[in-house]
C-alpha cells in the first residue's frame, strides 16, 4: 500500500516522545502497543528478535530500544513517563520479557520479530519495522502480509478459507464500510487474513455480524496510535516546493499560513485544532530546553549534561566568542537533546536524533529577539512545512540515509524559519533551506556507544549554527542556484548511496576509533547492570 502523503504532526513536529530516539525508542514503543493488542487475554510472555546484521543490535540497550518495546506491550504509549520504568512494571504485571540477536536477513533496517504469548498458552508472531522518525508498520502477522502503522482503527479478520472465499468475504465486508481507508487479504496456506482500516472505531453489533459470515473464525480491532489520522482522499493543496511558491504567489498568503492550509485538508482537522496542537508543540519544545539548562538530569552515557555549563560560560566570560542569537539558540539545542538522551518528553523534529534543531534555532533565537508566542509558532509552521515539501514519499531516518537527513535536513527547515522571523519571502525561505541542505550533503550517522550524545549533540549545535548562517546568507542576496525539490532529491539519492555501515549501525565512523571502542564496552556494561 502506497504510503501516504505526511503531516505536520506525525511527520514533522512529532510524535512526542520519551527520548532518547524515535527509531528506536518511540518506534519500538509504539511497534509493541500495536502488536499486543493482536493478541487476546494477557501477555505472559514476549521474545523481541533482532537482526545480527541489522540497526538495531549494537544499541537496542543504549537507545532504549528495550525499555521502548516493553512500555507498548504494556500498552503505553511513548510519550508515557512510566517509559523508564518498564522493565519494574512488566515484572510487577508478571509479563516475561526476552531480548535476542538471531541471523535472519535485515530485509529493512530496523526489523525486527515479535513473538507474543498470554497465560491461555496462544501466540502470535509479528514481523515489524522501525521506519524513521517514530513511524513504524506491520509486516506480518503470524505469516499474512499486512502494511499497519497506526493512523487507523484496523479491522482484523482471521478465516479458515482459501483465497476465492477470502476475496468474497473481504468484498462482502467492504461493502459495510464504503468509505474504508484501504484493504488488504493475505492467504497462506488455506487461511486468510482480511485487513479493513477506517478513521473512526468499529461498532460492536457490525463486528458481530462479521463473526456469523461463514469460514470468519476471528475478528478483532486495533487502534491507532499516530495523533493524525489517515486521511487517503485528502486533496491538498501542494506537495512541492515550487507549487507551494507558486499557491504563496497566486493565493497572497505566508507559509505558516499556507502550513495551516497544508495541514486542514491532510488531517481533517479546523483551522483552530491545528493552531492548537502547534501551541503544544512549541510549549512542550521550550519546556524541554529549560528543564535540561538547570542541569540536575542524569543523562546514563557517556558524558554529563553541559548546555547550562556552557550558557553560562558564552554569556558571562569574557573570553569567550560573541556567538549573536547563537548564544541563546545552542544552549537550547543542546539542552533538548540532553533532556533526551536523559528519557525526558521531548518532541520529535523530524526524529529523536535532530530533536534540538528548531528548539534552538526557532524558539531560542525567537526567545533572544523577544518575540511573542504568536510569532513563534508562525516560524514554526513555516518551518514544518519546508519539511513537508522535503521529505517527499521518503522518511528521516538515520539508517536509510545517513544523519544528513536528521540534524543536516532540520537545518534546512530551520533556516527557513528564520528567514520568515527576519521578513524574507516564501521563496527565499526555501533558498535558505536549499542553502543548508547543500551544506551537510553526506553527513554520516556513528553514534558512539549507540547512544544519542556524541556526536549527535553537537551536531545539533552545529546545524543551528548552519541554519542561522544560510538564512543571513540568503537575506544578505547570495543564491544557493539548486531549488529546494532538486536539492531535497539529492539528500535522499546521496543518503542512499552510503554504506551501511555509516547509517546508524555503530559500524563505521567514530565508532570503529578506539576510543569508540572502549567507550562502547563501557556502555554495555552500565546496560547490563541497569
Not at 3 to 9: A, D, E, G, L
Not at 230 to 242: C, D, G, H
Request: some cysteine; charged content about 20%; glycine content about 10%.
Amino acid at each position: 500500500m502506497k504510503r501516504q502523503n505526511p503531516s505536520i504532526f506525525n511527520d514533522i513536529v512529532g510524535p512526542t516522545m520519551v527520548g532518547p530516539s524515535s527509531s528506536h525508542t518511540c518506534g519500538p514503543s509504539r511497534i509493541g502497543y500495536l502488536a499486543q493488542q493482536l493478541l487476546p487475554g494477557k501477555l505472559k510472555k514476549a521474545t523481541i528478535a533482532f537482526a545480527k546484521d541489522g540497526a538495531y543490535t549494537q544499541m537496542y540497550k543504549g537507545q532504549r530500544s528495550d525499555m521502548g518495546y516493553v512500555n507498548g506491550l504494556l500498552g503505553r504509549r511513548p510519550e508515557d513517563p512510566r517509559l523508564r520504568r518498564a522493565f519494574k512494571e512488566a515484572e510487577e504485571a508478571g509479563v516475561e520479557i526476552q531480548f535476542v540477536i538471531e541471523d535472519f536477513a535485515p530485509v529493512v533496517p530496523n526489523i525486527s520479530h515479535l513473538t507474543l504469548e498470554n497465560t491461555e498458552g496462544r501466540k502470535v508472531v509479528v514481523f515489524s519495522d522501525s521506519t524513521g522518525g517514530g513511524t513504524v508498520k506491520l509486516l506480518e502477522i503470524d505469516g499474512f502480509e499486512v502494511a499497519i502503522v497506526g493512523d487507523c482503527y484496523e479491522l482484523i479478520i482471521r478465516t479458515d478459507s482459501a483465497e476465492k472465499e477470502n476475496e468474497e468475504i473481504k468484498n462482502k465486508v467492504c461493502a459495510m464500510f464504503p468509505s474504508n481507508e484501504g484493504v488488504s487479504v493475505s492467504t497462506v496456506n488455506g487461511q486468510g487474513m482480511i485487513n479493513i482500516k477506517q478513521k473512526c472505531k468499529y461498532e460492536e453489533t457490525v463486528l458481530e455480524t462479521i463473526r456469523s459470515i461463514e469460514h470468519v473464525t476471528e475478528v478483532m480491532e486495533v487502534e491507532p496510535v499516530l495523533v493524525v489520522p489517515s486521511n487517503r482522499t485528502a486533496e491538498l493543496p501542494f506537495v512541492s516546493a515550487e507549487e507551494m511558491l507558486k499557491a504563496a504567489q497566486t493565493e497572497g498568503k505566508e507559509l505558516w499560513e499556507l502550513a495551516i492550509d497544508y495541514e486542514m485538508s491532510r488531517a481533517g482537522w479546523t483551522y483552530d485544532q491545528v493552531w492548537e496542537y502547534m501551541e503544544y508543540v512549541v510549549e512542550t519544545m521550550e519546556h524541554s530546553s529549560k528543564e535540561a539548562l538547570k542541569g540536575d538530569i542524569d543523562m546514563a552515557g557517556i558524558i554529563e549534561p553541559t548546555s547550562g555549563k556552557v550558557e553560562q560560560y558564552i554569556k558571562t566570560d569574557p573570553k569567550a566568542l560573541d556567538m549573536g542569537v547563537l548564544n541563546t539558540a545552542v544552549p537550547w539545542g543542546t539542552a533538548t537533546m540532553e533532556y533526551s538522551s536523559a528519557m525526558g518528553v521531548v518532541l520529535c523534529a523530524p526524529t529523536g536524533g535532530s530533536a534540538g534543531v528548531f528548539p534552538g534555532a526557532i524558539l531560542g533565537v525567537a526567545n533572544h529577539l523577544g518575540l511573542t508566542k504568536e510569532e513563534k509558532i508562525r516560524a514554526m509552521f513555516v518551518t514544518s512545512i519546508i519539511g513537508i515539501v522535503m521529505s517527499k514519499d521518503c522518511n528521516y531516518s538515520a539508517e536509510l540515509y545517513g544523519c544528513q537527513v536528521e540534524p543536516g535536513a532540520a537545518s534546512g527547515m530551520a533556516a527557513g524559519g528564520l528567514v520568515y522571523l527576519m521578513g524574507g519571502s516564501a521563496l527565499q525561505s526555501c533558498m535558505a533551506a536549499s542553502c543548508a541542505v547543500q551544506n551537510i550533503l553526506g553527513t554520516i550517522c556513528d553514534p558512539l556507544a549507540g547512544l544519542v550524545q556524541v556526536p549527535c549533540i553537537n551536531r545539533n549545535a552545529i546545524a543551528i549554527a548552519n541554519a542561522v548562517v544560510s538564512a543571513n546568507m540568503i537575506m544578505g542576496g547570495f543564491d544557493p542556484l539548486i531549488p529546494l525539490d532538486q536539492t531535497a532529491e539529492t539528500l535522499f539519492r546521496v543518503g542512499r548511496q552510503l554504506p551501511s555501515e555509516l547509517r546508524c549501525t555503530c559500524n563505521g565512523g567514530l565508532c570503529t576509533t578506539p576510543c569508540g571502542q572502549k567507550l562502547a564496552r563501557e556502555q554495555e556494561e552500565r546496560d547490563n547492570r541497569r
